[in-house]
């Protein structure tokens, strides 16, 4: 059984360039979660996924930022016209309907420093 | 907006000590999440704890539910070197739209010393 993959692990970028991350759910996981998480702070929760839809969306999600799940399975996070304020580490979580309380599984993480 | 206060921030022991880290919220928590993380990897999940009062035990960690689902506690017996990490307490809420997105604490860090 693998778990939540993300992809690139490490992207170091240039301010005003666009970036794109990619995050693989457990298989049967019909939930995804995107959260960014910043030095010496727990995760934050930046948008939510159930198969295709996405439902919600934190006030922390700039218009810069973009979330897809095209076909209820892999998903994308998009940032556009990056500033240093957006270096942190960005999580994907994914769960199942009906498991306890929505139990979240994360996935390793990419760290994005922007320059 | 839900807040979950994590103490202490920082705790550094000796092997073989016993230690307790909470975690507490003026808010109920449909089920309350423990992680231990690593640097520069995802949180990695420990427990879920659902109803309030429950006890569960992993090996030599025990986590506590509050009764009135607000706060929960990690007690680590006779800690190991190999516990030391970031742990992070996340509380999930029904937002309504489906989700129970979580909120975390800040993490505690645990040293533990041979």
């Known amino acids: 059984d693998t778990g939540v993959s993300q992809d690139p692990r490490h992207k170091i970028t240039k301010r005003g360039q666009n970036v794109t991350f990619r995050c693989d759910p457990i298989s049967e996981h019909n939930r995804l979660y995107w959260y960014r998480q910043t030095l010496g702070q727990g995760p934050e929760f930046l948008t939510y996924?159930?198969?295709?839809?996405?439902?919600?969306k934190s006030r922390l999600l700039s218009d810069r930022f973009s979330a897809e799940r095209p076909k209820g399975s892999f998903s994308t996070l998009e940032i556009q016209r990056t500033e240093q304020g957006d270096s942190a580490m960005y999580l994907c979580a994914s769960s199942i309907s009906g498991g306890a309380r929505d139990t979240q599984y994360f996935g390793p993480g990419t760290r994005l420093t922007v320059l | 907006t839900q807040l979950l206060e994590q103490s202490p921030q920082f705790l550094s022991i000796q092997e073989g000590e016993n230690l307790t880290v909470y975690c507490n919220s003026s808010s109920v928590f449909s089920s309350l999440q423990w992680y231990r993380q690593e640097p520069g990897e995802g949180p990695v999940l420990l427990v879920t704890v659902v109803t309030g009062g429950e006890v569960k035990k992993l090996k030599r960690l025990t986590f506590q539910f509050g009764d009135a689902r607000k706060d929960s506690s990690l007690h680590i017996t006779a800690a190991q070197t190999g516990d030391t990490g970031l742990y992070l307490c996340a509380g999930a809420v029904d937002s309504g739209a489906g989700s129970y997105q979580l909120t975390f604490g800040k993490g505690t860090k645990l040293s533990v010393i041979p």
């Open positions: 996924f159930q198969n295709e839809a996405q439902l919600e």
